[in-house]
Structure formats: C-alpha cells, structure tokens
C-alpha cells in the first residue's frame, strides 16, 4: 500500500516536501494510524505525528487525509484511495511533518468561557435537570476537540484570530444550551459583532468533516436565533 | 537552565491531576500542571461505564454497602480505611463534578442516573444495587473536560507538551520538583515546588493487546522507582473481560449493566456456570477468568475458538443509542458490525494496574523507613492510576476508578494546603540529582552502539513477553521464564538507541523515554507475580490456586535496589467494624 506524507522539520528542511512510503501485508481493518505506527517503527522514526486512545475518542490525531480533515485511528485504510495522501490540519503553523499549533485554536475555545457558569448558592445534592433538558445537550458535549472542523472551515482560515470558529462556537451552544447555566445573556453578548459568530457563511465544512458527526452549524444556527429571540 | 518556582507541581492531567489542581488554584496556590499530550487527550477521556456513589437515586443504596462490595472486590487485599473515606466521599465527588458541569445522563425525577455495574449488591452482599453514576457512555469524557474547562476558569498554569524526566530532591531525599522538557523545542527546565504530585496514570501498555490508550506508559511509576520508593502489589493487573477480541478496544461493564450477557462457543449463557447469582455482572477477575477458561476449554466463539459473544441486540436500539452509543460507534468502526443487530466478539484485554506507588489515604507517599511500614515522603504525593492506596487490592471493581482519582486527587490537594502552610520556603536541591536526571534524559542523545537495538523492536518484544507471560492464569514456569526474559530485555534497553536527535517535537525520544518507564513498570510487574505463591483478585496462579490469607494477606513491594519487601493490609476501617476475609463467591 502507498503512502506519500507530509515532511518537514524546520531544524533541517529548507522547506516541506512530501515523501513517499510503501507498506505489505496490510490487515484487514486496518486504519491510517496503525499504518503510520508502522510508518514510524519499521521504516522511518523520525516520521512524527501526535496519537493517543487510538478510538477516536481523545482527539490526538486529526489530519488531512486524502483532502479531508479526519482521525487517522478511525480512517479504514482499504477505503482511500492510493497514493494515500496525508498531510497536517490546514491553516495552522507546522510544528513539525503532521504536528501544527493549536493555539489559536485552544484560544478561541478558552474566549467563550467554556464552563458551566452558576450564579445561585449551590445545593448540597445535584442541580436538578429533566431527561428532555439533558437530551439538548447531545450532539454538543461529545466534542473531543480534534480542530477538524475549524480547520476546515474557509471564514476560520482567514480569521483565526476574530472567528471563533465552529469548535468553539459549538462549546458556546453547549452551554447556552444547558438549563443549569445562567449566564446566557452574557454569553450571548459575548457573541455581537460581525466576526465571533457571524463570520460563519454556513458553508458547512465542519459538518462534513467532524469525526464524531456532531453539527456545529447547526449549533451556530440555533445560537443566531436565541440572538434575534432575545434583541425582540 | 531554566528554573520555575511554584508551590506545587502536578504531573499528569487526566481526571487526577485536574481534581487536584483545580482544589490548589481555587486555594490560590500556585501550580504548574506538566503533561505529555494536551489534557483533554489524558486518557481519562476514555472511561466509559461511569462512577460509582451511593445516591441511592434508582436502588436503595448507602456507603457502607460499597464500602462492603470494595473490600469483597479487592478480594481483602484493599487497605479498609482508604476504602471507607473512598465510598463515604463519593456522593459528594459526584456532586462536585455536576456543578462543575459534567452531563450527567438523567432519570425522570430530573437526578443523576445510575446503573447497575459488577461486584455491587445492597445490604452486605444481598440484591444488585445501581450505584455507577453515568453520562451514557462517555463519562470519563464528560469528566475530563469539565474539569479541564474548570481549571480554564481557575486559571491553572498549564505546561502543555512537556515531558516530566525524573523527580529531583535535595541531600535528605525531600522531593522538590522535577526535570522536565518542552517536547516542541527540546528546552530543558527545572520545575522547583515546595510539593509535587505524581498522577500520571497506568501502564497498560505493558501489554500487546490493551484497551489503553498509547501514552499509558507508567511515567510515574518508573520515576518513583529511580528515585528510590518501591512500587507496591504490580502483579495485579486488572484483565476486562470485554475488550474487542483480538483488538482491544474497550466495551463498557455498562453493556452488561444494561442488560448484555456473554454467550459462549455452544450459545450458552456461560456465567451462570461461574457465578450463579451476580451472573454476568461478577467482579472483573471473576469474567475474565470464566471467559478465559472457555475458550480454553474449546468452547470459544469464531473459526479459531478464540473469544466468547457479549449479546445485546435484545436491549433494542432505542435503549442501546440512548445509553450505549459510543460502543456502538466503535463497533460499527472497528468490527463492521452495529450491536443492535450483532453480539460482540470479546476477550480478556489488559486494563488497569492496580498497584502503584504507594500513598495513604491523603495520597502522601509512604515508604517503609526503618521498622515503621509507611513513612511519607517529603513533598511527594500521588493521585489515581499510578497510587495505590490501596482501595483496589487485587482486583477493581468497575466504576471505582473514576471514584479513586476524584476522591484521591482533591485529598491530596487538600492535604497539600495544608503542607504548604506549614512548609513557606523552597529548600535546596541537591546539584547531584539534576545531573543524575539530565544523564537520564541525555542517554539518548548518543547514538549508542552502531549494533544497538531500536526502540519499537524492545518494546514490541517486551509487550508480547509479558503477553505470554503474565496473563489471566500464570504458573511458576511461565513467570520463571518471564522474569529471566524481562531482565534481559532491560539488560538489552541500556544499548538501544534512537536516530531522530532532532530537538523539534522528537516523538522518537519521547517513545524512548516512555520504553524506560515501562520497563520498570515490567521488571515489578513480572517479580512481583512470580512471588506471590497464591491466587488473589486478578493474580491467578494454577499452580496455587487457593487464597492463602495465612501468608499472603500483605502488599507487595518491589524497588529496584533491593527487589521484593512486604508490608501489612490496613485491615482496621476509619470508623466502622472491619470486614474480615470471606470465600468470594458472586
């Protein structure tokens, strides 16, 4: 099976360059990061790449595949198409081969406060929360912050810096959301202007990409209308 | 080289470390949080099942029952006044967590809801209690990120991508900080605290097929081991009973909570064979164990006889997608096959290490000085996977061990306040233990022997090694054999050499560094194991196959100097009778 990889390492590339790799005796089953694990094991060590659980659940080590943002873990290598192309997320400055810098992208999720804000005394059991107000919460907490999305997304691409982009602005639904928080006006407040929220263009990348098939424009949409609800 | 300064240094940020830290920062404390990955990716992340607590929120339930199921599932080798602050402490570590945020699933009442998990019964042993509170199954998520997004708003001081190398003491042993390194630039720094906390995890990678994480190296566990404290009780590592076969990947107790039941070879529901009354929701060791013997006994599941079914397509889909969606998606990722539909082919798969380095119950470290067992260590602590307390002995039961860091991680914070208003002043560290660290980190720096072994081939030998040699059931031969080849496999480490000396985002030294970690980790895994000459919890021995509390009630510890010491079980709880050892029957 072949492979051509991002490389670069600024401690001795001039600039990056994609290289090439061939494996055998590909399992059944197996997926990109299993093959880059053997990339780096059997053929090259200094092949670099961030990894963890290796089930999709910890966010290590999203990656451009083939064109797309996904998880090496839980890409099945028999469905790319070959050479399989992989590079790092878009947008971002490269650390080194497949590793960039996430952080703009840590920073624009730390600005919508991401934590549950309550402002009564607390009881000494638990806020009390119906199964149908728990259920909005589903499609929003499951997010394990891989960049994916924003990294895809074109209006996150131009404005890193003034577009939260759909990760965060899916953790700021996640809380408007939750029928425990109340600081929802300020959360909304937090959100005016021309370029936090409404640089989205809904054009939807995020939605096509997200491993965990979880919907930040739809979290983006549902914000705007509490917004026109709320300015009524 | 660079120095820090700050009142405490926290090692590790999984569920832990964060409890910790959040408990210093919001005490207006200073502390550093050093982690290899961003804390997100800790490996709490992956915790499925959920928590236990005694809320009695779905069954009837108080603490001294899971306090009473803790020490029966430890199988009397968990320290009872740990297990009693562990289980009176656990409601409110829930409730802490949901104000904090976690998405706790919910009953119609509008409180947290609760599943049945293994090993749990109400009334001392009597009917099965659903104590393990849940956000479906993706609780650790929940809970790592909620107290990731707390310490976001106490402003913890984060080292994101730093590699902690080794502890650093001064001339009387006092630990007072660490050797750590920026893993994007390579540079080296001195983190100076007035007390530091180990909470760095376990170290499932010891084994080829694991449903842990690849960062679980035992960072911790092998830092300790150099600096001098023995490890206690590692040869009781927890095997899940249902890992995918062949795999790995984790399917929560919380299948079998559920409803789910293991189907063997012939489509007998094989558990009511080994525990007529708990069925398919027996402690762990007990699952794995009956599975185990199935298959080999040729009434396994497959061409190759090789795994047992867990069933669940008759829960439906509408329970399975509301309570158990993420396996689903696992299954559907990994195996092609939707449970709703389809059981699930699974097998034994390493879990969890239940010994560790070895703390009280306000996670101080202690170490046996003299004729006193248990000593603390100046300014050491240690918090969740990489302590043992011990509130697991010999084998976990699950959703215990998200209680344990939680309950364990705010104890030591805790206990850490109050240190630190006692101890104002950084000491002195010793220059010989700065160097001692930066010999171990520059090791790698040489290219080594031309003829000098790669790093990924002694860790693959090593992992299968201890595959081979350390499972579910174990006998004097295979653990002989295991020692001799662990020891040479360490012999071998100490040539072995890397080629990227690159200083950028170096993931080649970084394996290295962890391989050295694990095989400290194997070394007390695998001598430890081939000494204890009885069978109890997850240690199963066919050669001794009888509980022999006469001699073996105590703990195991093993230190790199002076190999295998001993110390006694805290049988006496804090305040109630103590449980005396009893057949384990379920």
Sequence with gaps: MKFKVYRYNPDVDAKPYMQDYELEDIEPGMMLLAALLRIKDELDETLSFRRSCGEGVCGSDGMNINGTNGLACISPVAELKQPIEVRPLPGQPVVRDLIVDMDQFYQQYRAVKPYLIVKDPMPEVELPQTPEQREKLDGLYECILCGCCSTACPSFWWNPDKFLGPAALLQASRFIEDSRDQALDERLADLEGPFKLFRCHTIMNCVQVCPKGLNPTKAIGDIKKKMVTRSL | ?586
């Design chain 2, 1 to 586: 080289m660079k120095r820090r300064q700050f009142d405490t240094l926290i090692i590790g940020a999984g569920g832990g470390g964060l409890r910790a830290a959040l408990q210093l920062s919001n005490a207006d404390t200073s502390v550093a949080v050093v982690s290899k990955v961003f804390p997100t990716r800790s490996h709490t992340v992956a915790a499925q099942g959920g928590m236990n607590a005694a809320l009695s929120n779905v069954t009837q339930d108080n603490w001294h029952w899971h306090m009473f199921d803790t020490v029966k599932g430890s199988d009397y080798l968990g320290d009872q006044d740990a297990i009693e602050y562990m289980c009176r402490a656990a409601p409110k570590a829930v409730y802490e967590l949901e104000h904090f945020g976690v998405p706790f699933s919910r009953l119609d009442n509008g409180s947290i809801y609760q599943r049945p998990f293994g090993g749990q019964s109400q009334n001392f042993g009597g009917d099965q209690a659903a104590r393990t509170c849940a956000a479906a199954d993706r609780t650790g998520h929940a809970i790592l990120h909620s107290l990731y997004q707390q310490n976001i708003h106490a402003k913890t001081h984060f080292f994101d991508e730093y590699f902690a190398v080794d502890l650093l003491k001064d001339e009387e042993g006092h630990v007072l900080g660490a050797l750590v390194f920026n893993i994007h630039d390579g540079e080296i720094i001195v983190i100076e605290a007035k007390t530091t906390l180990l909470a760095t995890g376990g170290a499932g990678q010891l084994f080829r097929t694991t449903t842990n994480a690849l960062i679980n190296t035992g960072d911790g566990l092998g830092m300790a081991l150099r600096a001098g404290i023995p490890l206690q009780d590692m040869e009781f590592f927890q095997f899940h009973p249902t890992g995918i076969a062949g795999r790995g990947m984790l399917i929560t107790e919380g299948a079998r909570g559920e409803g789910g039941y293991l189907v063997n070879g012939d489509g007998e529901r094989l558990m009511e064979r080994y525990a007529p009354k708990a069925k398919d929701l027996a402690s762990r060791d007990v699952v794995s164990r009956a599975i185990a013997t199935e298959v080999r006994d040729g009434r396994g599941c497959g061409p190759n006889k090789d795994h047992v079914m867990l069933k669940l397509d008759h829960l439906g889909e509408a329970v399975i997608q509301k309570r158990l969606p993420g396996i689903r998606q696992t299954c559907i990722t990994f195996l092609g096959i939707d449970p709703a539909e389809t059981p699930i082919p699974v097998f034994p798969t390493a879990h969890y290490t239940m010994g560790g380095i070895p703390t009280n119950r306000y996670g101080q470290v202690v170490v046996p000085v003299k004729d006193t067992p248990e000593e603390p260590v100046f300014g050491l602590y240690a918090a969740g996977e990489c302590a043992c307390v011990s509130v697991h002995g010999a084998n976990r039961l699950g959703g215990n061990s998200l209680l344990d860091i939680l309950v364990f991680g705010r104890a030591a914070a805790n206990h850490i306040i109050e240190h630190l208003a006692e101890n104002r002043y950084h000491l002195t560290m010793d220059e010989n233990s700065i160097d001692k660290a930066m010999e171990n980190l520059q090791r790698w720096d040489q290219k080594g022997k031309t003829d000098g072994e790669s790093v990924s081939q002694l860790r693959d030998e090593l992992k299968a090694v201890m595959e081979e040699h350390c499972s579910v059931f174990r006998n004097e031969d295979v653990l002989k054999q295991g020692v001799e080849k662990v020891e040479q496999l360490a012999r071998r480490l100490k040539d072995a050499r890397i080629d990227d000396q690159s200083s950028v985002f170096n993931t080649a030294k970084v394996e290295a560094l962890e391989l050295d970690n694990l095989m400290c980790c194997a070394l007390a895994t695998i001598h430890s194991a081939y000494a204890r000459t009885e069978s109890r919890g997850a240690h199963s021995r066919m050669d001794y196959t009888e509980r022999d509390d006469k001699h073996w009630m105590r703990h195991s510890l093993y230190s790199l100097e002076s190999g295998l010491d001993y110390k006694p079980v805290r049988t006496k709880p804090m305040s109630v009778d103590s449980f005396p050892p009893k057949p384990r029957v379920y």
